[in-house]
């Protein structure tokens, strides 16, 4: 069977993670069979889908590489198909119009949410005719369950006693969603309908609606929804359940794609994937029945594993595409050659982007204060007078290297036996105002000498004044 997969997102909002991860599984599903992935917006709901959102979609699977193999196909664009089948269904009388506003007497006395069928076998008076109508289903009497084998959950069985006769045109025209993914999923010769578990009771209406419009049954597949960490729906106000906001905090698209697979799919107790290896590893029996819940920690290990292992130059591509496009305006105290130096120093501990790029600006930024526990800690007497020599020692290095700094800062140590630690921390504290971070003759060489030297006086006046 030749696999094609969709993925069909209503453009009412932001694409939430929980999203995204339902459309990896079926690319990753569509690239294992070799078979293809397609995108459908579901737009019918004019009101609430805006073009933005549409957009802002497209764009991420961009920026995910998980481009559509097919052109895009805009649900709304397809309403008079929708509504020719719906006409062939009312002539060969699988559906049928009904006139009742519902009221409460139009509902099943014994179960109120369900209608009561008035119209289902009425002969229509002219009289009727002028009203609105909706059109609805006949729910076949002959049968008295639909079930079908999720991919996913196995067996799932539903009684028909849970369905009405539902509808499946509203009174201004328009078909409702049951009907057109069924419509649009016949049409795009889907064979899998990979979807988020919160479909799982649309499915026996939609199969229903397979068998009345003659089309062959696709296989289904509902996978769990994010949970939060305390075991609810992963909300929409958890920053990090945009994957707009994701990619403004700086995921890469290859950590997120790796997190969120991760997420209720497993391949032994490996974490960190490449794509190809996604693709060949993954399947759907190996997709876990229950939720999985949401781990912004592991999301940031993910995330930083990627970013460690990119150059700086691609890091700083991304930081401008996706973070803060005018990043490198915003620096005064570094040339572009140190701020590369920096972010492939600070590369090694960055959970997002968004990190390197404040970590940088405040290192920037001389210090305006330096942190009080720290100068309590390691400004002892005698460490200005040491300061003070240490400087005077560094203002002779002609070349100035990480070895020759280096060099300077452990024969002075040795010279006046003290530990290199009683030096360095005050030296740390001088230039970015507190004692951790990066190795500091590291961070004396690519500050340069000349912003050191600033940045040393600046501390030294600073002491001078405080004795
Ligand atoms: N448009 C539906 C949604 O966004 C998805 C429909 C489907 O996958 O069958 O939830």
Not at 64 to 73: A, G
Not at 165 to 190: C, E, L
Not at 399 to 420: A, L, P, V, Y
């Amino acid at each position: 069977m030749q696999v094609r997969v969709r993925f069909a997102p209503s453009p009412t909002g932001k694409l939430h993670i929980g999203g995204l991860r339902v459309a990896i599984f079926n690319w990753l599903f569509a690239r294992h069979f070799q078979g293809s992935f397609l995108l459908r917006i579901e737009d019918t709901d004019l009101e609430r889908s805006k073009q933005e959102h549409t957009d802002s979609i497209l764009k991420t699977f961009k920026w995910i590489d998980m481009n559509p193999d097919e052109s895009v196909v805009i649900q709304s664009s397809r309403i008079e198909e929708h509504k020719q089948l719906i006409d062939k269904l009312l002539q060969q009388d699988k559906v049928y119009k009904c006139f009742c506003a519902i009221k409460r007497e139009d509902l099943d006395s014994e179960n109120y949410s369900k209608y009561n069928r008035k119209c289902r076998d009425k002969v229509f008076e002219q009289d009727d005719l002028n009203k609105s109508f909706v059109i609805r289903f006949k729910l076949p009497d002959n049968i008295n369950e639909v079930s079908f084998d999720d991919l996913i959950h196995g067996k799932i069985t539903f009684n028909l006693d849970q369905l009405d006769d539902f509808i499946i045109a509203r009174s201004d025209g328009a078909p409702m969603y049951n009907f057109v993914v069924v419509a649009d999923d016949a049409y795009m010769k889907i064979s899998h309908v990979i979807r988020g578990e919160d479909h799982i009771s649309n499915t026996p209406k939609q199969i229903l609606l397979y068998k009345a419009l003659d089309y062959n049954l696709p296989k289904f597949a509902h996978v769990p929804l994010i949970l939060d960490p305390m075991g609810g729906k992963l909300s929409k106000r958890n920053s990090a359940s945009s994957v707009e906001e994701c990619i403004k905090m700086g995921y890469l698209p290859d950590a997120l794609f790796n997190y969120l697979v991760r997420l209720g799919w497993s391949h032994g107790d490996q974490e960190i994937f490449t794509r190809d290896e996604l693709i060949k590893y993954f399947s759907l029996d190996h997709v876990g029945k229950s939720g999985a819940a949401f781990d912004i920690e592991k999301m940031q290990w993910v995330n930083n594993q990627y970013i460690s292992k990119k150059t700086a130059i691609d890091l700083l591509r991304l930081i401008q595409e996706d973070v803060e496009p005018d990043f490198l305006k915003q620096f005064s105290s570094f040339n572009y050659d140190q701020i590369i130096e920096l972010i492939d120093v600070y590369k090694e501990r960055a959970v997002t982007l968004q990190f390197i790029c404040q970590s940088l600006k405040t290192l920037d930024q001389i210090p305006k204060s330096y942190s009080e526990q720290a100068i309590m800690e390691w400004i002892k007497p005698g460490t200005l007078d040491y300061l003070k020599n240490l400087i005077n020692e560094l203002e002779l290095v002609q070349d100035w290297t990480e070895n020759n700094i280096s060099d300077i800062f452990k024969q002075f140590c040795k010279k006046n036996s003290i530990k290199i630690s009683d030096l360095a921390q005050p030296v740390r504290l001088a230039l970015i105002g507190e004692t951790s971070g990066i190795g500091v003759f590291k961070l004396l060489f690519i500050f340069s000498k000349e912003e050191s030297m600033k940045r040393l006086y600046k501390f030294l006046e600073f002491l001078n004044n405080k004795v």
